[in-house]
């Protein structure tokens, strides 16, 4: 799948190996990537500096979660999905409402709602 538009995507993976793998594949499929970003202080810069148009935000990072970028992404309303290797139940609703990925990446299903959000 090519994604329209070529979005800007804000990719924050504490995981480098994976956050490389992703951006590839973002990049493959004509998004224009920001990241990966490791920290959640990386994150929040980066949003600060240039607003995206969509993010995928890994829900761990190291010991933090990255619902404080999820936050300022709601509040400036940019859209984004959050993946995980795995969830409870207290961080499952923390995130309701918004697009969950479980690890691995199914790089398909991620394009197609990177693609459904940054339409216009």
């Known amino acids: 799948m090519r994604l329209h538009d070529h979005p800007r995507v804000l990719l924050v993976e504490d995981d480098l190996r994976l956050g490389y793998e992703l951006s590839d594949a973002l990049e493959a499929a004509g998004a224009q990537v920001d990241g990966p970003y490791t920290t959640l202080s990386d994150a929040m810069s980066a949003l ?33 999905a959050f993946y995980s ?10 995130i ?19 693609d459904d959000a940054t339409r216009h």
Do not use: W
Not at 51 to 75: C, H, I, K, T, Y
Not at 85 to 94: E, I, P, S, V
């Open 48 to 80: 600060a500096e240039d607003f995206p148009d969509f993010a995928l935000l890994d829900l761990n990072l190291g010991g933090q979660d990255s619902l404080l970028v999820a936050q300022d992404l709601e509040r400036y309303g940019i859209a984004f």
């Open 96 to 114: 309701d409402g918004a697009p969950f990925f479980h690890k691995p990446l199914d790089p398909a299903a991620l394009l197609v709602a990177i």
């Open 85 to 94: 290797g795995a969830t409870d139940a207290g961080t499952q609703r923390k």
